[in-house]
């Protein structure tokens, strides 16, 4: 069974740094296209980043600049990095892999994922 599975996440001051990992795991096929997303408590879920196995990225407005994945293609593992945290940070976010045989753009189209990982809470105090 095919599974993502995520670490890290947690509470931070504002201005601080976290790290995440995401991985999937049972497919030994690698999937090119990977997401990230965040969802705060009564809003609707949004695309944070995406990379493809190219290295290309892209990110939402909102965190350009301070936010930053990079990916472990063999092993289909996304590092998403934040910085400079500010309190509308503050979300639970997912990871999402698409299937191995995806073609179409690699985008935060949450259309886009097959597989979406359990969510690390995110805390952000000002």
């Known amino acids: 069974q095919v599974q993502m599975v995520e670490s890290g996440g947690g509470s931070v001051q504002a201005g601080g740094s976290l790290r995440l990992s995401c991985a999937v795991s049972g497919d030994p096929h690698p999937h090119s296209c990977m997401g990230w997303f965040r969802q705060a408590p009564g809003k609707e879920r949004e695309g944070v980043a995406a990379?493809?196995?190219?290295?290309?990225?892209t990110y939402a407005d909102s965190v350009e600049g301070r936010f930053t994945v990079s990916k472990d293609n063999a092993n289909s593992t996304l590092y998403p990095q934040m910085s400079d945290l500010k309190p509308g940070d503050a979300a639970m976010y997912y990871c999402?892999?698409?299937?191995?045989?995806?073609?179409?753009?690699?985008?935060?189209?949450?259309?886009?994922?097959?597989?979406w990982g359990q969510g690390s809470q995110v805390t952000v105090s000002s």
């Open positions: 999402a892999a698409a299937s191995p045989w995806f073609s179409g753009q690699c985008g935060t189209d949450t259309a886009t994922y097959t597989f």
């Open positions: 990379i493809d196995s190219d290295g290309e990225t």
